[in-house]
């Protein structure tokens, strides 16, 4: 018999999924109130390429933007895909966001143009949308799959669009790092899920 504590209901999970989006969400909107009102001393978070000084800035530009209209563009695709990505657990959310977060961010201070200034929430969201579009097909879930067509037939043609090089004003570098450690990060945890050892009760 294991003596892990029994999981949460399924009703548990969306409650709680619900409550970390809406209040991550929230404090992206708060952040640009904050930043607004101190005549932008936020916009300093973002990252400025190949300074040393700028790594710091790597976790804190993925919750600073450049205005409301930036703020409200992402906030409905982070909050609907965080929702259904943290309906697989808040540990492993957690670890998804954290390291889609850091690989971005790193991968902007390396190859984003010069005299560049990078943030916003954008990067992690082409990262969760990588994620579910191909979680469910790698771990071999039927509603994986599922919620992976319908965030590719929602959010598919905008992904696309944010991943040209002539957007002006749009790091499509972030969107492409973003992107692709959303789905390696899949193929990992998938892999991660195979090899868990089975307890009997």
């Known amino acids: 018999m294991s003596g892990s504590q029994p999981e949460w209901s399924r009703r548990d999970r969306m409650k709680a999924a619900a409550k970390l989006m809406v209040g991550w969400v929230a404090l992206l909107w708060l952040l640009e109130v904050v930043d607004v009102v101190s005549g932008h001393a936020l916009d300093g978070l973002g990252i400025m390429p190949r300074r040393a000084s700028e790594l710091v800035d790597v976790v804190p530009a993925a919750f600073i933007h450049f205005g409301f209209a930036h703020v409200a563009a992402n906030s409905v695709p982070l909050l609907v895909m965080g929702f259904l990505a943290a309906l697989g657990g808040l540990r ?3 670890a998804l966001c954290l390291v889609i977060i850091v690989a971005d961010g790193l991968g902007v201070w390396l190859v984003a143009p ?5 943030a916003g929430a954008s990067g992690l969201i082409f990262g969760l949308f990588g994620f579910l579009l191909v979680s469910g097909f790698v771990e071999r879930r039927p ?3 599922v919620v992976g067509l319908l965030v590719g037939a929602v959010w598919g043609t905008s992904i696309l669009l944010g991943l040209s090089p ?3 004003g749009v790091s499509w570098q972030a969107h492409l790092i973003g992107l692709a450690t959303g789905v390696a990060t899949a193929f990992w945890f998938g892999r991660r899920s195979s090899r ?3 307890i009997q009760a």
């Open 114 to 118: 010069a005299h560049t200034n990078t």
């Open 166 to 168: 002539l957007q002006t």
């Open 196 to 198: 868990a050892p089975a």
């Open 143 to 145: 509603l994986g799959v």
């Open 92 to 94: 492993r959310f957690a």
